[in-house]
DNA sequence: ACCATATACTTTGTATAACAAAGTATATGG
DNA sequence: CCATATACTTTGTTATACAAAGTATATGGT
């Protein structure tokens, strides 16, 4: 149980966090890694971990994707956003998360 | 991302549960299970998921193990408490989880 | 006494996710 | 001109929760 427990505990919660930012703001995946990185330093990501979950979310139908070429001639850039269905899965899952954030702080705050 | 994700947002966090619970009071693997079933509905486990963690936890050095036997004749039970090493092993960790937490939830509740 | 159920522990195999590390290609600034 | 930043992708590794099954003893009800 050393530092890679870090690892651990972002199984799950990093599809929720990706999908609430880009509820709130359309994003292309280099972007989303600052965006993630500069909102929670505990929440750091890696492009070869973001990028397979967006595929992943894409897959799923939770996303949905558009390539847009910022200028004539620059290299277009796939945007993301998130679905309908994307929302309530998001909804649904957090909810499960503090459910279980309850739980634990529950149990390792008090009431023993 | 269904019901699955619960199984995802459990990834590390029972370990610290776990440590938690038999620094309050020494326990055996069979009666951790239902104290966990019993303290938290969204974090049940079962025997399957507990042991190999425990056994995990005595590799590590973080559990000591004794065989008590409650009657004579009767069949001894394993019982598990946390050691100097694991409780800081515990405190370190959920000082992570608690820095990941405040992150998820800043983002996901506000601040946008 | 019998037997279904509960207790208690163990093992094997599976699915999934985060990550490291590397690669590809274009854009840009000094 | 070229090193660095941007942007996306892929491969292989490791770790964990879980299902499912098995073993063995204990116990309560009829």
Redesign the pocket.
Known sequence: ?NE?????F??????IVILKLLSQQEM?????V?ELNRRGESL?????????????LEDEGLVETRWEQA?S???????YKVTEKGIEAMTEAYSQWKAIARDITNIMEGTP
């Open positions: 149980m890679n427990i870090i690892k651990q972002k199984k799950g919660v990093l599809d292309y995946g280099y972007e989303l600052s750091n990501i890696k492009e070869g971990t973001l990028y397979p979950i967006l595929y992943r200028a001639r620059s290299k277009p850039k796939k945007y």
